[in-house]
């Protein structure tokens, strides 16, 4: 894991990425709110039964499912990271 922050870390972003990983809160309470957010929009679109691409054009039938499962896999996921970046610093 310390190889994946030595390569996030170099760069224009060091000193952002070095106060992140000194706080791991924020970045754990900013993931929960990305995957809360994305979470919430797939649910929503589940109920409503009526889902939308990136460019507002309606998606529906069997494509329209798939795209909804997809966001709300990834909420689920985001929302993982931001808990594991709580606990586990």
Known sequence: ????YSLLAQGRN???NNWLDEN?????LGALVLG???????LYELQSGVSRDKRGNVVEGG???ALTIV???AGGGVI???LYKM???
């Open 1 to 4: 894991m310390s190889v994946l």
């Open 14 to 16: 060091e000193e952002i």
């Open 24 to 28: 791991p809160m924020v970045l754990g």
């Open 36 to 42: 809360g957010g994305i979470l919430a929009y797939g």
């Open 63 to 65: 494509t329209g499912k």
């Open 71 to 73: 966001r709300l896999v």
């Open 80 to 82: 993982l990271f931001g």
């Open 87 to 89: 606990i586990a610093g």
